[in-house]
């Protein structure tokens, strides 16, 4: 019988689950366990089929908006954050509600009050239609933030008012977000922006580690959703460090004539993705190469964020 081809994997740490993610997750499981189900989510609770899939065989129900949650009905919100009018409705239809958003989401939350308070207007680095920037946006009054894109969007932007500050959606690629905030301090001398970086410190650990291993490889495979911005900026450092890069859900996604030539192969996962798929993967690469796998680690992230007082009260 002939032998497998070698094949190098350089493995990306840290991947996978953060602890924001860890925690939404955990919040439902935490509630199909106190008020058995069904217990309804709005929105996908993070941005992972297999996740999602999982907590619907617990007895979670998804649903895309309030109106399709019973009376009387436990509801969770997602991890990305919710406009401020989402628990105000639950309220007034008097659902009991729990608020999985990531606690650095909130932070972001709170910084774009604040700024308005201070009667600024708000220059949002996003990505248009992300539940993130709805949810942040959802946070201040219709009109006191505006939505910066791209370079090309800091450059024409006309602000209503010359009091202004910045903020970032918390998953976007480090690199491009420095050039958008660069233009736009040149621009604005005055703006003001948040005391630490708002891109979350596992989005900025994810992609430091496929940046240390996508130049070494030919190929990188990054396990995630489609619709996970963090996945897709993930994919799109591989890329810029000159690797043939890959989204793929799971092992199923894989093309293997994507190998072709291929000696090296680089794999991390986004921060909604399991890592039981990462396992998965690799015992898809194994079927088919002799497979010498070296984990590569930038960060050791030990960060826990605490689950709500409703869930862990005795």
Same mark, same amino acid.
């Given at each position: 019988?002939?032998?497998?081809?070698?094949?190098?994997?350089?493995?990306?740490a840290?991947?996978?689950f953060? @602890?924001?993610?860890?925690?939404?997750?955990?919040?439902? +499981?935490?509630?199909?366990? /106190?008020?058995?189900a069904?217990?309804?989510?709005?929105? %996908?609770?993070?941005?992972?089929?297999?996740?999602?899939?999982?907590?619907?065989? =617990?007895?979670?129900?998804?649903? =895309?908006?309030?109106?399709?949650?019973?009376?009387?009905?436990q509801?969770?919100?997602?991890?990305?954050?919710?406009? /401020?009018?989402?628990?105000?409705? @639950?309220?007034?239809?008097?659902?009991?509600?729990?608020?999985?958003?990531? &606690?650095?989401?909130? /932070?972001?939350h709170?910084?774009?009050e604040?700024?308005v +308070?201070?009667?600024?207007?708000?220059?949002?680095?996003?990505?248009?239609?992300?539940?993130?920037?709805?949810? *942040?946006?959802?946070?201040v &009054?219709?009109?006191?933030? *505006?939505?910066?894109?791209?370079?090309?969007?800091?450059?024409?932007?006309?602000?209503?008012?010359?009091?202004?500050?910045?903020?970032?959606?918390t998953?976007?690629s480090?690199?491009d977000?420095?050039?958008?905030?660069?233009?736009?301090?040149?621009r604005?001398?005055?703006?003001?922006?948040?005391?630490?970086?708002?891109?979350?410190?596992?989005?900025?650990?994810?992609?430091?580690?496929? =940046?240390?291993?996508?130049?070494?490889?030919?190929?990188?495979?990054?396990i995630?959703? %489609?619709?996970?911005?963090?996945s897709?900026?993930?994919?799109?450092?591989? @890329?810029?460090?000159?690797?043939?890069?890959?989204?793929?859900?799971?092992?199923?996604?894989?093309?293997?004539?994507?190998? +072709?030539?291929?000696?090296?192969?680089?794999?991390?996962?986004?921060?909604? @993705?399991? %890592?039981v798929?990462?396992?998965?993967?690799?015992?898809?690469l194994?079927?088919?190469?002799d497979v010498?796998?070296? +984990?590569?680690?930038?960060?050791?992230?030990?960060?826990?964020? =605490?689950?709500?007082?409703?869930?862990?009260?005795?």
């Amino acid at each position: 019988m002939p032998s497998s081809p070698p094949l190098k994997l350089l493995v990306a740490a840290p991947r996978g689950f953060c @602890a924001g993610v860890e925690r939404a997750i955990q919040i439902v +499981e935490l509630a199909l366990e /106190k008020h058995g189900a069904p217990v309804y989510v709005r929105h %996908e609770i993070v941005h992972n089929r297999f996740v999602v899939d999982s907590l619907k065989a =617990k007895g979670a129900v998804f649903v =895309k908006e309030l109106d399709e949650v019973p009376d009387g009905a436990q509801v969770i919100f997602s991890a990305h954050g919710v406009p /401020k009018s989402i628990p105000a409705t @639950a309220q007034e239809r008097g659902l009991d509600w729990l608020d999985a958003t990531c &606690p650095l989401v909130s /932070k972001v939350h709170r910084q774009a009050e604040r700024l308005v +308070e201070q009667g600024r207007h708000i220059l949002f680095v996003g990505h248009a239609g992300h539940p993130e920037v709805i949810g *942040t946006f959802g946070q201040v &009054p219709e009109g006191s933030m *505006t939505l910066i894109e791209t370079v090309e969007d800091a450059e024409s932007v006309q602000p209503p008012v010359p009091e202004l500050g910045f903020l970032t959606q918390t998953t976007l690629s480090v690199d491009d977000t420095a050039d958008i905030v660069a233009t736009l301090q040149r621009r604005f001398p005055s703006l003001i922006g948040p005391k630490g970086e708002d891109i979350c410190y596992a989005t900025s650990n994810r992609q430091t580690a496929v =940046k240390a291993i996508a130049a070494q490889c030919q190929l990188v495979l990054v396990i995630g959703a %489609e619709n996970s911005s963090n996945s897709q900026r993930l994919r799109e450092v591989a @890329a810029r460090e000159g690797a043939q890069a890959r989204l793929i859900q799971r092992a199923a996604g894989i093309d293997w004539a994507w190998f +072709e030539g291929v000696t090296t192969v680089g794999l991390t996962a986004g921060a909604s @993705a399991p %890592e039981v798929l990462v396992q998965e993967v690799l015992d898809a690469l194994r079927s088919r190469f002799d497979v010498t796998v070296d +984990e590569v680690t930038t960060a050791t992230e030990q960060v826990v964020f =605490k689950l709500p007082r409703a869930l862990v009260a005795a």
